[in-house]
C-alpha cells in the first residue's frame, strides 16, 4: 500500500492564481481530512470528508473549496490564492472515529 | 481559540533526563491521540486514549487522560536523541469526526 499520496511537493503560486492540491488514499478509509500548518499555530483543519459525497467545514475553511466523489480522492482547490495561504498542507485519512489517522507527506504551498 | 493547550511550547533537555509534556483543555473529549511529527514529514501517531483516567505505555513514553477526559500528558523516560521531535496531542469531541490539534510541543534531545 502506498498509504496517503499528496503532490505536488513544492508549488509556488502568484496571488489570485488558482490549483489543485492533489490528495489519494488506498486503505480504503472513509474519513479523509486536510490542514495546514503554519510556524507556532500547530495544524489546523481546513476540510473534511466522512465519505464519498460527503463534505463539511473545520476551523479555517475560507478560500478553500473540496470535494468527494470517490472514496481513494479528496483534492484541495484554491480558487484566488492569496499570501495568506502561504503553508504546509496535510491530508490526512483514517478508518473511523478513534482509529490511527495517517498523513501524506504535505504540500508546502508559497503564495507571492 | 485553540481548544486545546500544550506546554511546554519549547523543551532542550540532555541524553537520559526525564519530560513531561501537558495537554489541557476546558472541553470534554471522547478520544485524545498523541502524534510525533519530523521535519518534512507528516505526524505519525504515538498513541490514542478514549477512557478517562487510561494510562497507557509505550517503551519509555508513558501517556496519562484525565479522570474528566479534559486534558493528558506525555512523559518520557531516560530521553534519547531519537526522541528530537515535535509532539502534537489532538482530540475529538462528540461524533469525533474532526480532530482539533495543540500547537506542539518542540523537543530537542542532546547526547
Known amino acids: 500500500n502506498a498509504g496517503v499520496t499528496q503532490t505536488p511537493k513544492f508549488q509556488v503560486l502568484k496571488t489570485g492564481q488558482s490549483m489543485t492540491l492533489q490528495c489519494a488514499q488506498d486503505?480504503?478509509?472513509?474519513?479523509m481530512s486536510w490542514y495546514r500548518q503554519d510556524p507556532g499555530m500547530g495544524l489546523r483543519l481546513i476540510h473534511y470528508?466522512?465519505?464519498?459525497?460527503?463534505?463539511d467545514q473545520g476551523e479555517v475553511p475560507n478560500g478553500y473549496n473540496v470535494s468527494r466523489s470517490t472514496t481513494e480522492d479528496f483534492p484541495l482547490r484554491l480558487l484566488s490564492a492569496a499570501p495568506s495561504q502561504t503553508s504546509v498542507y496535510f491530508c490526512?485519512?483514517?478508518?473511523?472515529?478513534?482509529?490511527?489517522?495517517?498523513f501524506g507527506p504535505g504540500t508546502r504551498l508559497t503564495v507571492t | 481559540t485553540q481548544l486545546l493547550e500544550q506546554s511546554p511550547q519549547f523543551l532542550s533537555i540532555q541524553e537520559g533526563e526525564n519530560l513531561t509534556v501537558y495537554c489541557n483543555s476546558s472541553s470534554v473529549f471522547s478520544s485524545l491521540q498523541w502524534y510525533r511529527q519530523e521535519p518534512g514529514e507528516g505526524p505519525v501517531l504515538l498513541v490514542t486514549v478514549v477512557t478517562g483516567g487510561e494510562v497507557k505505555k509505550l517503551k519509555r513514553l508513558t501517556f496519562q487522560f484525565g479522570d474528566a477526559r479534559k486534558d493528558s500528558s506525555l512523559h518520557i523516560t531516560a530521553a534519547q536523541p531519537g526522541d528530537t521531535g515535535l509532539y502534537l496531542c489532538a482530540g475529538a469531541r462528540g461524533s469525533g469526526y474532526a480532530l482539533n490539534f495543540g500547537k506542539g510541543t518542540s523537543l530537542l534531545v542532546t547526547p
Open positions: 490526512a485519512s483514517r478508518r473511523g472515529r478513534d482509529y490511527e489517522q495517517y
Open positions: 486503505m480504503n478509509h472513509e474519513y
Open positions: 470528508s466522512v465519505g464519498a459525497g460527503i463534505t
